[in-house]
């Protein structure tokens, strides 16, 4: 079936630093959403792509369905970045949003 | 802004018992809904996808019987885990959208339920 690959699935980084997190999915998908689910339970949402980059102030995602991945990179990370990152990707056939496992990201001092 | 409120944030049911949970979609149009579980291992199921005018569309594991879904206008969706048992305990998530095939689907803080 459909799948989204997440990763890494844990990811520790200092304050100021940046990184990246990637998804890659098993069959060609017609968008991708990134959240950011917080220590409530809350799903935030960060991007919708159907295609290409998007920038928000130190978040910034790139999808490319033809070789079927997308990333999110987040620069000069802040502590209140901290909590899991989930991808999920919109099925071209089916239109089911499918979730990745989830990145769990801690920011320290 | 697109907002989706959920309520109860949490609940805790007896085991055997029924509880409802509600989705409330302000400031759009909510043609489309699904309802996911979040389990305590973190991962996402698709319990439901329900668009209005249309049949609700069930996952496989996840029945109209176990898990009825309303859906009655483009602003409001609920749902009810009955006859509630230890596994369906979890993270119930509403998110919402002018069409899941189409657009940014916006999440509720979802219902976190535990089942004694």
């Known amino acids: 079936g459909d799948q989204v690959e997440q990763s890494p699935s844990a990811l520790s980084l200092h304050e100021g630093t940046g990184s990246a997190l990637r998804c890659n999915f098993t069959t060609t998908m017609r968008a991708v959403q990134w959240f950011q689910q917080n220590s409530r339970g809350s799903l935030i949402n960060l991007f919708y792509?159907?295609?290409g980059t998007k920038e928000n102030g130190r978040l910034k995602s790139t999808f490319n369905s033809k070789e079927s991945y997308s990333t999110l990179h987040i620069r000069d990370a802040q502590l209140e970045d901290s909590g899991t990152y989930f991808c999920?990707?919109?099925?071209?056939?089916?239109?089911?949003?499918?979730f990745g496992l989830g990145t769990t990201l801690q920011v320290q001092p | 802004g697109a907002l989706v409120y959920q309520y109860p944030r949490r609940t805790i049911c007896k085991s055997g018992t029924s509880m409802r949970m509600e989705c409330q979609a302000v400031?759009?149009?909510?043609?489309?809904v699904a309802w996911y579980r979040q389990s305590p291992q973190k991962t996402f199921e698709l319990i439901a996808l329900s668009t209005v005018n249309s049949a609700i569309k069930y996952e496989q594991n996840f029945t109209q019987e176990k898990f009825p879904i309303s859906h009655p206008n483009l602003s409001f969706s609920s749902m009810t885990v009955l006859n509630a048992y230890l596994e369906d305990r979890g993270l119930y998530l509403c998110g919402a959208g002018l069409g899941v095939s189409q657009n940014t689907l916006y999440f509720g803080a979802g219902t976190r339920l535990s089942v004694l």
């Open positions: 400031g759009f149009q909510a043609t489309s």
């Open positions: 999920a990707a919109l099925t071209g056939n089916t239109g089911k949003l499918i």
């Open positions: 792509l159907a295609s």
